[in-house]
């Protein structure tokens, strides 16, 4: 049986380039041709809907970049497009990215109408200092305003990003962003470190006065304090969530589901046959929106096979809290679960990695905190 299938919609343009972002997104400038790359993305769904079959979407998730940028009628020809082209499940979760300087009061409702039900809101923080040395465009007071209007249009399940461990942080600095958050009443909130990506501005330039290592382990423990007080389970290294509404086109992702891609720079996975392959899209818009009307294009595809499939499985389902069980290991990579023993045995030794007489396998409190040594406990060069 295949695994469940959804699909990610890539938006490739920002008001401008944040120095921490590492993702496929570009400078909109005076006038992005946005009409033109939705006829690129309607363009490259009739590809993808002949790879789909006749598998069912079980979510869709609109990211960037900032889909915001791009206008509710707008979003509303892609989601009716999707429609047009492939069977997609009733109550299907539709998230789109949304930043707060992008979106006016009047804009969600017609997100709403276009047929978003979730939103993911890119606070990052409220402090409008750090909101500047951050680079983003908005003011803690635009995030509020964003969130409210949402909410009067009828969202009733937003996710918001926050990051923490930020140029001069200290917990107390992290907590008052997450109390903000949590006065919001979100069903979900993102909550992750500050990483220096390579080919990032920050990379190449680090900001003064990042919290040591003893002071990012003391944010995360006074957070994760404060948000299960607030009755937020967290179910994946930076996912919380209230109420059970855990992000199922993440979890999909973490469970090593398959996905499709449309976009600049998209990736997708799927099975097709019991073989698992890998492809992506062009990353540049304009290339992209060039190959997508190219009846000849064909997206650059990969096989993953061997322990490359044991590292690209172990690599998301160890984000989860709860880890995984041994039968989806194998419905996932057509491979039996013995597979995992000498792998795992590295992991187990060092207290990073448990598993039970049923077949769970979970990362340890330990492996949770150095979950980039579990993982490359899988890398197949590690053996």
């Given at each position: 049986m295949n695994p469940p299938l959804s699909l990610y919609l890539h938006f490739p343009w920002?008001?401008?380039?944040?120095?921490y972002c590492d993702f496929n997104s570009h400078r909109a400038g005076d006038a992005a041709p946005t009409d033109r790359y939705v006829d690129a993305l309607l363009a490259d769904l009739d590809r993808e809907s002949r790879r789909a079959g006749d598998r069912v979407i079980e979510t869709?998730?609109?990211?960037?970049?900032?889909?915001?940028?791009?206008?509710?009628?707008?979003?509303?020809?892609?989601?009716?497009?999707?429609?047009?082209?492939?069977?997609?499940?009733?109550?299907?979760?539709?998230?789109?990215?949304?930043?707060?300087?992008?979106?006016?009061?009047?804009?969600?409702?017609g997100y709403r109408a276009a047929g978003v039900n979730r939103l993911s809101v890119g606070a990052q923080s409220f402090d409008d200092a750090m909101l500047e040395r951050l680079g983003r465009i908005h003011r803690g007071e635009d995030i509020v305003?964003?969130?409210?209007?949402?909410?009067?249009?009828?969202?009733?399940?937003?996710?918001?990003?926050l990051m923490h461990a930020l140029p001069g942080q200290d917990a107390a600095g992290a907590e008052a962003d997450l109390r903000q958050a949590l006065a919001l009443e979100p069903a979900h909130i993102s909550w992750y470190?500050?990483?220096l990506e390579p080919n990032t501005v920050f990379h190449a330039r680090p900001p003064e006065n990042l919290p040591d290592e003893d002071a990012c382990a003391e944010i995360q423990s006074a957070g994760s304090r404060l948000l299960l007080a607030a009755g937020f389970e967290q179910y994946e290294v930076s996912a919380w969530a209230s109420g059970g509404r855990r992000s199922r086109h993440n979890m999909n992702y973490w469970q090593f589901g398959d996905y499709l891609a449309a976009g600049a720079g998209a990736h997708g996975k799927i099975t097709q046959g019991g073989i698992v392959r890998r492809y992506r899209k062009p990353a540049h818009p304009a290339e992209f929106m060039r190959?997508?009307?190219?009846?000849?294009?064909?997206?650059?595809?990969?096989?993953?096979?061997?322990?490359?499939?044991?590292?690209?499985?172990?690599?998301?389902?160890?984000?989860?809290t709860e880890g995984f069980n041994e039968t989806l290991f194998e419905a996932r990579t057509g491979l039996p679960a013995s597979t995992l023993s000498g792998r795992a045995a590295g992991a187990i030794r060092r207290g990073l990695l448990e598993r039970t007489s049923s077949g769970d396998w979970r990362p340890t409190a330990l492996g949770r905190r150095f979950l980039d040594d579990l993982q490359a406990e899988f890398l197949p060069q590690a053996r």
């Open positions: 920002c008001v401008r380039k944040c120095p869709i998730f609109l990211g960037g970049g900032t889909p915001s940028l791009f206008t509710p009628d707008e979003i509303g020809r892609v989601i009716a497009g999707v429609r047009a082209r492939f069977e997609v499940a009733p109550g299907a979760e539709i998230t789109m990215e949304a930043n707060p300087g992008t979106v006016d009061c009047g804009a969600p409702a305003r964003a969130v409210e209007a949402a909410r009067a249009a009828g969202f009733d399940n937003m996710n918001l990003d470190q500050l990483t190959s997508a009307v190219d009846p000849a294009f064909e997206a650059a595809c990969d096989s993953v096979s061997g322990p490359d499939l044991v590292f690209e499985f172990m690599l998301n389902v160890l984000r989860l």
